[in-house]
């Protein structure tokens, strides 16, 4: 069983500023069934979703006027799906999301990784996300006939890792740098 890791604020960072909590508290929100993990950091919130908040800003500006995909533009930034939870604002990411299947693909600033059987999160560093939009009846059986059944395995639900680091002290080649990354990761995965 997968548990919570540490928390980092940026992928520089050796020392996390959580480490392996023994009771999950409202800055650990994990819903187990999904698998969906938000780490919050008791302190430095306000600083870190304004740097997130920002960055997220510049790349959208500039992904605004691209070609991605076979010309999806993003609509907006995408807050996170817990309207409610304190440093929501950490998790929100840009989207693109192709209009002929469904399948989103997400910058986000916040980098989820497992180690050692645990999951663990760098605050302000870059991850990607293609999640095709499956439907129930692709797992339907191929008969009406009794004791048939159907498996179906998530095609091509990627995770990537760029090698941009989060710079907020050259926020604008570094939102440039990932803006072409993304639009390449989208292109790439098509």
């Not at 840009?94 to 980098?111: A, K, Q």
Request: glycine share 4%.
């Amino acid at each position: 069983m997968i548990q919570l890791g540490n928390l980092y604020i940026n992928e520089s960072s050796n020392q996390p500023v959580e480490q392996n909590p023994e009771v999950v508290e409202t800055r650990y929100l994990c819903d187990r069934s999904s698998g969906n993990y938000h780490m919050v950091p008791k302190e430095q919130l306000g600083t870190i979703e304004k740097s997130i908040d920002e960055m997220l800003k510049r790349v959208f500006c500039i992904l605004e006027g691209q070609n991605i995909g076979k010309n999806w533009p993003p609509k907006r930034i995408y807050p996170s799906s817990r309207s409610n939870m304190t440093g929501k604002d950490l998790f929100q990411c840009i989207r693109v999301t192709n209009p002929e299947n469904g399948t989103r693909y997400e910058l986000m600033c916040v980098r989820f990784y497992i180690e050692d059987d645990r999951v663990n999160c760098i605050l302000k560093s870059f991850q990607f996300c293609r999640q095709p939009d499956i439907k129930s009846f692709y797992a339907y059986p191929n008969s009406k006939e009794p004791d048939v059944t159907k498996a179906y395995r998530v095609p091509d639900h990627i995770y990537y890792n760029p090698e941009t680091p989060f710079k907020e002290n050259d926020i604008t080649q570094t939102a440039d740098s990932i803006a072409n990354k993304f639009i390449k990761f989208v292109n790439d995965y098509l």
